[in-house]
């Protein structure tokens, strides 16, 4: 990404996820802040989205976004009733967890690019919304930085049990820094855990998802943030080596659990978005 400007994806995720709040019944992610940390700024784009809601790619890709925030979440609330105390969302973007938390004693680290992070920031203040005791921000460029120095810097307790959710971002990286930062994760004492999404490697996909996957990468590095990483799930399993109690789930599983009932057409579509949780012991 370009340096001193935000994450473009981060915007569109945000813009999806609010809305979802704003547009589709029942909601399947409650955020009560998702639309206030867009303010005035997107009040007009989020407005055109109640035009084109409808759109089966716009539904699918929001359907996606929204299943991995609920899944993260979701096994959030089992690692904090298991006793983890630290919360660290890698490649945070616009994620909202932090100032809405509903765990006492749960401290969250917001891990981003410096500009992302900057920008943020400055839509928590334009739109008056405060910043909790419990967070930190963590400003790292995977690809130069070290993970483990700056979270240390940060008060990050490296002997204690954490989530970490990695969320939109591994697509973007080369398999160097995905690596790197594994390593990192699957050395956290037993308890740990991480929910992360990936991409299919685009010859496992249907002709039609291989299409629209060079259109979507197209567009993404038009933007300037490049796809780089795909796998396998059984790739994947191999770089997981460290961790057990892989849950690795795609579409099917995905709508069944989230989606099923509906009355409207929010639904996940195609193979190629995966999302899996896996647990340090």
């Known amino acids: 990404m370009d340096a001193g400007l935000p994450s473009r994806t981060a915007i569109r995720v945000a813009l999806r996820r609010a809305a979802h709040q704003l547009y589709d019944a029942p909601i399947v992610f409650e955020d009560p802040i998702a639309v206030p940390l867009l303010g005035a700024e997107f009040r007009e784009e989020l407005e055109r989205t109640r035009f084109k809601r409808n759109k089966p790619s716009s539904l699918g890709m929001r359907a996606f976004l929204v299943a991995r925030s609920r899944f993260a979440e979701d096994h959030l609330a089992t690692a904090v009733a298991n006793g983890v105390r630290q919360y660290v969302l890698l490649g945070a973007g616009l994620d909202t967890f932090a100032y809405r938390n509903p765990f ?6 917001e891990v981003d690019h410096p500009s992302t992070q900057a920008w943020k ?13 419990s967070l930190r921000y963590v400003s790292v460029d ?4 070290s993970l483990e120095q700056e979270l240390t810097a940060a008060g990050f307790d ?38 992360m999404d990936y991409g299919l490697r685009t010859e496992a996909l249907p002709p039609l998802e291989q299409l629209e ?14 796809f780089q990483l795909f796998f396998l799930p059984e ?6 080596h460290a961790f057990a109690q892989l849950e690795d789930v795609g579409s099917s599983e995905l709508n069944a659990r989230y989606f099923a009932d509906r009355q409207d057409e929010l639904r996940m579509r195609g193979e190629s978005g995966r999302i899996l949780c896996a647990w340090r012991r």
């Not at 920031?121 to 005791?133: K, Q, T, Y």
């Not at 995977?142 to 930085?145: A, S, V």
């Not at 790739?235 to 997981?240: I, T």
């Open 142 to 145: 995977f690809e130069q930085q």
């Open 121 to 133: 920031r400055g839509l928590l203040s334009r739109n008056s919304i405060a910043i909790p005791g």
């Open 104 to 109: 006492a004693g749960l401290r969250v680290f």
């Open 158 to 195: 490296s002997e204690a049990p954490t989530f970490f959710a990695w969320l939109g971002v591994v697509p973007y990286l080369t398999l160097e820094a995905f690596q790197r930062t594994l390593a990192y994760l699957g050395a956290r004492p037993a308890g740990s855990g991480l929910v």
């Open 235 to 240: 790739e994947l399993k191999q770089e997981l």
């Open 213 to 226: 996957r060079a259109s979507l990468s197209a567009r993404v590095a038009l933007a300037g943030e490049p």
